[in-house]
């Protein structure tokens, strides 16, 4: 793992970095001066960051717990718990809580960058994070900062400020993604099972099946076809390379080649969208993964890596070095539904080695078809999937964010009763009833200009 790179990370550079995205979650607010310090006719912050950013720990002292907006809100760096979150003056606001170091904090990743805890996937694990420490995974708490902030605004301003709307005024939005690993190998864990139990006529069958008839989760059309049916289009994440990475993970199981004029057309007859599933290795690798994003030229706007790597230290200057993306969607846990950068919103990734910000959006990973029933993560049964992701979603909808789905074209499969076709079904339509706007990864990257 190679050693963080970091500029001198100062009160200026944090606020700038907040600020930008605060403003995009309220695109009509009125500009008022927000700063450290008193500042007469403007929102004023206390500093409780004390040196925390000048040094290399990931994680800070344990936040204050505060009651906000009905909820209960982790406030790290509040040094004063004891006073009231804001001191409303005659046109001037004091937060006597530190939300922009905390923003800071949770929304530049500060934690996974500066950890050295890694999965076997090389991903930063949900265990070693103040998400899990803390039980607030599926609160988007920057939102609940921000929401903070806005009401300092309002008082400073007289007035009422609104979250962004999508689409026809949609109050958030929701982006289907379909991250296609396989298309060949529906019948190879069942023909095992019969292999292993000596159940020769079923062995049999099964294998005739997979050489006469096409693979059930060779269905790229009745996935399209199923999204499209609430309105929504499909984003497929296409996996070029079919050779095993060096540790032995897979990639996919198809000629991606071959692929691509089939999605050509469904981009064509119903507006599905094309972006680059990368290898594995790709997130470390700049070179490769251009020559991935070149071999696949329909897959250059957005990007996803496979089994969801993403070093943090590396993968964000690799996706700017291949200059073929406007967007990535790689980050959530696996482990868990929610918000790994406690965010609802798409975001541009912090440069810890500039200062300032990454060229791509980040559209973070929400919920993922895996983490809710998996050996490995949450193990819920069908009928607890969609009441334990109905809260995370009203939080999307309260601050005009994006909820972002994975459901890989396998899951699909008929056969799939615990995390299958009917589930995603009872999901996509939980979202049309709460008035989502169904969009794709290009179309929400056209709402946050650069």
Known sequence: MPAPRVVAITSELRLAYVLRHFWQTYPAAPR???????????????????DFFAQARPYPAAPNWREWQGQRIPFFFDSSPEKDLLTLGPETVLLNADIIAGAFYLLSGWQEYFSAERDRHGRFPYAASVQQQYNFVTLPVVNYYFDVLKTAVEHVTGQRLQPRTWGANAPFAAFITHDIDNLHS?????????????????FGQLVWQHLTRPDAWNNLEAVAAGTAEYGAKSTFFLLPET???????????????????RLAALQEALGAEISLHGSIGTATDAARLAREAEALQYATAGLRFHYLRWEPRLTPAVVDAAQS????????????????????????PFNFATGSEHDFL?????????????PNYLQLRPEEMLPALAPMLAEVARFGGVATVLWHNENFDPANET???????????????????????????????A
């Open 32 to 50: 008022v001066t927000i700063g450290y310090g008193p500042a007469v006719g403007a929102v004023a912050v206390a500093d409780g960051a004390g």
């Open 186 to 202: 529906a019948w190879k864990a069942p023909a095992k099972a019969a292999l292993q139990q000596r159940q020769w006529r079923r």
């Open 243 to 261: 050779r095993p990475g060096a540790d032995g993970t897979p990639n996919a199981d198809y000629n991606a080649q071959s692929v691509l004029p």
């Open 325 to 348: 993306f406007i967007y990535d969607s790689t980050l959530g846990f696996a482990e868990h539904f929610g918000f790994r950068n406690s965010y609802c919103l798409p975001f541009y």
């Open 362 to 374: 980040e559209i973070p990973l929400n919920v993922m078809d895996a983490t809710l029933h998996h």
């Open 419 to 449: 995390n299958g076709p009917h589930q995603f079904a009872e999901l996509m339509e939980y979202l049309q009833q709460q008035g989502a706007a169904f969009l794709t990864g290009r179309e929400i990257w056209q709402q946050f200009p």
